[in-house]
């Protein structure tokens, strides 16, 4: 009796040996693809859209502005170089001030010894708190140069001084001390910038002068009472409004009864005042 093969078991035998004969298949790797919502895609070409523009915007601005009004700077220097090698350097404006020296005490600057076309140079000495010499723009006053000597000093009377008188080129500036009379000034010399200052001298004309060169004090005015030694404007003032309040004077020394002035500044000025 032959032996028969039960069929209970075939569909093991089936599966060991399709495992043994078959590599398990692999799954098939497919790239990812990056999708773009309609939606995002249409927000991100309006943003590209509008930067184009913006930036076509610019450029066309940049352009205009190029072409259009020139800098006014630039015109200025454009100009001045034109005009420069034509005119040469005698045409510099005439009633502009040049740059010059700083001011400020020492001895000649740039400007050179007799303070150059724009400058003048004078010698302050008295009571400020740096004497010496100083450097000045032209045109520059009295106060500019004490400024410059680094100011008047505590001890200082200034009431004896014109601080409005325009400077002379080489010319020496006293500031007096309290109860020190200044001498009779010699004329200030004209000097190349500064002009021929007012005089400083004993007066030969006017409503206040005489041919002898003495100021009558009851006609004189407030400038021509300056030419006396030791009167200032401030005291020059004081004598006008003393005069207009309280009549003429009845002789010189009748100027002891005006504030400010002493026997000092009277028997200073007496040979040069009269009534």
């Known amino acids: ?130 004497p010496g010499v100083v450097t000045l723009k032209a045109g520059s006053r009295v106060t500019d140069a004490i400024n410059a000597a680094g100011g008047a000093a505590p001890e200082a009377d200034t009431e004896q001084l014109n601080l409005a008188r325009v400077l002379t080129d080489g010319e020496q500036i006293r500031v007096p001390r309290i109860g020190e009379v200044l001498p009779d000034p010699a004329p200030q010399p004209t000097g190349p910038t500064g002009g021929a200052g007012p005089q400083t001298g004993t007066a030969t004309g006017g409503t206040g002068g005489s041919a002898s060169g003495t100021v009558n004090i009851n006609t004189a005015s407030a400038s021509e009472l300056e030419k006396l030694p030791g009167i200032g404007p401030a005291l020059a003032q004081r004598i006008v409004e003393y005069r207009d309040s309280h009549g003429p004077f009845a002789s010189v020394d009748a100027l002891t009864d005006v504030p400010g002035i002493g026997k000092a500044k009277l028997d200073a000025l007496r040979e040069q005042a009269t009534v």
């Open 1 to 130: 009796m032959g032996i028969r093969r039960g069929t209970g078991n075939r569909p093991l035998d089936d599966l060991v040996r399709l495992a043994c004969s078959a590599d398990p298949e692999e799954p098939v790797r497919r790239p990812r693809r990056l999708a773009i919502a309609p939606r995002a895609a249409v927000v991100a070409g309006c943003v590209l859209l509008i930067l184009a523009a913006v930036l076509a915007l610019r450029a066309v601005l940049a352009s205009t502005g190029a072409g259009g009004e020139a800098d006014p700077a630039a015109a200025a220097g454009a100009s001045a170089s034109i005009r420069s090698p034509a005119a040469g350097p005698a045409t510099a404006p005439a009633t502009g001030v040049s740059p010059g020296p700083a001011i400020g005490p020492g001895g000649p600057t740039a400007a050179g010894p007799s303070g150059g076309a724009g400058a003048v140079v004078v010698h302050v000495t008295g009571a400020v708190t740096r």
